[in-house]
């Protein structure tokens, strides 16, 4: 069974950009649909970005359509979360996902907090 773990998370001033990674242990990867949720204190968990199996088609959450961009290497077994021109109100424990059929998997998480 796959596991992921992320990292990249960490401190940055509004406007500024960070890239997550999730990488995941197994061999079944590239099968999974892969997804990057993220959720804020007091807030319920959203999906922010979304991405196939093969990496054809991707999905965003409308506050963040042009600013981030999910992408994936099957090859490493890694999918990523490019964060440009980011707000305060991106702060938020990012939380990646995979998907295969009944299968869901989680991620540990990683904090990214936008501040000046």
């Known amino acids: 069974q796959v596991q992921l773990v992320e990292s990249g998370g960490g401190l940055v001033q509004p406007g500024g950009s960070l890239r997550l990674s999730c990488a995941a242990s197994g061999t079944f990867f590239r099968f999974y649909a892969m997804g990057w949720y993220r959720q804020a204190p007091g807030k319920e968990r959203e999906l922010v970005a979304h991405i196939t199996s093969d990496g054809s088609r991707t999905n965003y959450v409308d506050s963040v359509k042009g600013r981030f961009t999910i992408s994936r290497d099957n090859a490493k077994n890694t999918v990523y979360l490019q964060m440009n021109s980011l707000k305060p109100e991106d702060t938020a424990v990012y939380y990646c996902?995979?998907?295969?059929?009944?299968?869901?998997?989680w991620g540990q998480g990683t904090l990214v907090t936008v501040s000046s």
């Open positions: 996902n995979g998907n295969l059929g009944s299968l869901n998997i």
